[in-house]
């Protein structure tokens, strides 16, 4: 029982020492996939913006080819009209004359139109370019810091992983999982010592009758108020000197 106590602190020995090279990271972890995320969303509204002007140009020229043909034709209906015969075909042939430059000038309003828009697109995508730059070169910083830091506590942190894997596979399975539920939930701290007479997770006075039967070493006690496992000093004292 000594040993699975021992274990159980040397794991949470382990994990606090793994826990403050998370911290040295800080925020860095977050800040770098917050940079990202944002970036990547720029760029696919520029991506998408980039599609809609494209789209809007092939479609202004296509008008452009159309408005040409009608041009074309309504030359021709003019050069016909020096050649009718009689009213009727005059009327039909300035009703068609006036079809046609209905459709042109419908045909330039329509330009008109995606000319304004693919000039406000490209304002658009302009105007965000010089923010993606400055999240970039922000991004670039923030990676590189990160990579500074992970990089000092490299062969710390292999050493503390290899050393708790080793220590996982004394501890007994059920052990394990009680530990890594009470970490999760505490957020960190799942096996507490006891320090004046008080757990050292919450702070609360372990009952003295209490405090004797944990000093005893062969059971497993956990902390009325905060459910951490609670161990002697002695073990904690023994792992500490290891
Ligand atoms: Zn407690």
Redesign the pocket.
Same mark, same amino acid.
């Given at each position: 029982m000594l040993e699975r106590l021992k274990t159980l602190y040397e794991l949470q020995s382990i994990d606090d020492q793994l826990d403050e090279l998370e911290e040295l990271r800080g925020d860095l972890p977050n800040a770098v996939e917050a940079l990202e995320e944002k970036i990547s969303s720029i760029k696919n509204d520029i991506t998408k913006k980039e599609e809609e002007r494209k789209d809007s140009l092939k479609r202004r020229k296509e008008n452009e080819d159309e408005i040409e043909k009608l041009k074309e034709n309504q030359k021709k209906f003019k050069a016909q009209l020096y050649q009718v015969r009689n009213n009727k075909e005059y009327d039909a042939l300035t009703k068609e004359i006036d079809h046609t430059e209905e459709l042109i000038s419908k045909l330039e309003v329509e330009n008109d139109a995606f000319a304004d828009l693919s000039k406000k697109l490209a304002d658009e995508i302009e105007s965000v370019k010089p923010q993606l730059e400055e999240l970039n070169e922000e991004l670039k910083v923030k990676h590189a810091d990160l990579k500074v830091i992970i990089k000092a506590n490299e062969k710390e942190e292999a050493k503390l992983r290899e050393k708790r894997k080793e220590i996982e596979s004394q501890t007994k399975k059920a052990d394990h999982s009680v530990y890594m539920r009470i970490r999760k939930a505490k957020k960190g701290m799942a096996v !507490?010592t006891i320090k004046r007479s !008080?757990?050292?997770?919450?702070?609360?006075i372990?009952p003295p009758q209490r405090q004797l039967e944990i000093r005893r070493n062969n059971k497993l006690f956990f902390?009325?108020?905060?459910?951490?496992i609670?161990v002697s000093t002695e073990i904690s004292e023994s792992v500490t000197a290891d």
């Open positions: !507490a !008080a757990c050292s997770g919450c702070h609360n372990v902390c009325e108020y905060c459910g951490r609670l």
